[in-house]
């Protein structure tokens, strides 16, 4: 299993576009990289996948190199509930592939107002 | 479409008793995780199933901690005893089909205490 390093925490305040960046050096080739949001007291939540280039959805956008060693969340003038821990994960996306994906620490994003 | 239930929502126990956790997950979804999280950390797989059949329990300790997905619907995770060091939020999570590419639902969690 792709293994992932993310900053333990950040800072942000309202309005700004906060930019997490994930490295995971030993990506595999079938690897999807998936975003997941957890609010306190909550189970995580999908934000967002991609495989390669750039993907965007109503809530935010991943940027992924041609390498694919690392991978960036971007989201665009957050807000004080956008306060969460922020997880990336890396795993097989073939189907029965065992789709055991590993939470590590994540990354606690602060906003302040 | 009705999102993952767990139950219950929160529990104390004293060490050496015996606990169990329910899950029910969105309908249609073959595969159940069972996560374990303790505060500060990220969720820890404890095990996988895919339908009634275990994929992955090699993070489940065997010797307190059992789990079962009878019919492929349901499950339950058991402790028996409990630790002190059992304390943590149990999280239990479905998909449509056990690939990465697919999203995992997350239940709200069950918060154990043990004393």
């Known amino acids: 299993l792709a293994k992932t390093t993310q900053p333990i925490s950040m800072d942000s305040y309202e309005g700004q576009e906060v930019n997490i960046t994930c490295s995971h050096n030993?990506?595999?080739?079938?690897?999807?990289i998936t975003w997941y949001q957890q609010f306190p007291s909550q189970g995580p939540r999908f934000i967002i996948q991609?495989?390669?280039t750039k993907v965007t959805n109503e809530v935010a956008s991943l940027f992924i190199p041609a390498d694919r060693k690392s991978s960036t969340l971007s989201l665009p003038r957050v807000s004080l509930s956008d306060t969460a821990v922020y997880y990336c994960?890396?795993?097989?996306?073939?189907?029965?592939?065992?789709?055991?994906?590993?939470f590590g620490g994540g990354t606690r994003l602060m906003v302040k107002p | 479409e009705a999102g993952v239930a767990q139950s219950p929502r929160y529990k104390i126990i004293e060490k050496r008793q015996s606990v169990a956790f329910w899950c029910n997950p969105i309908?249609?979804?073959?595969?159940l995780y069972w996560y374990q999280q303790i505060l500060g950390q990220g969720p820890k797989l404890l095990i996988q199933?895919?339908?009634?059949?275990?994929?992955?329990d090699s993070q489940l300790p065997k010797d307190r901690f059992s789990a079962e997905r009878l019919k492929g619907v349901d499950s339950t995770l058991k402790i028996q005893p409990a630790k002190l060091e059992d304390s943590a939020v149990y999280l239990c999570?479905?998909?449509?089909?056990?690939?990465?590419?697919?999203?995992?639902?997350f239940g709200p969690g069950t918060r154990l205490t043990v004393t």
């Open positions: 999570a479905s998909s449509l089909v056990m690939a990465a590419s697919y999203e995992q639902y």
């Open positions: 030993n990506i595999a080739t079938n690897d999807y």
């Open positions: 991609g495989y390669k």
């Open positions: 994960l890396v795993g097989d996306a073939r189907e029965n592939a065992g789709n055991m994906l590993t």
């Open positions: 309908s249609g979804h073959a595969t």
């Open positions: 199933f895919q339908n009634n059949g275990v994929v992955d």
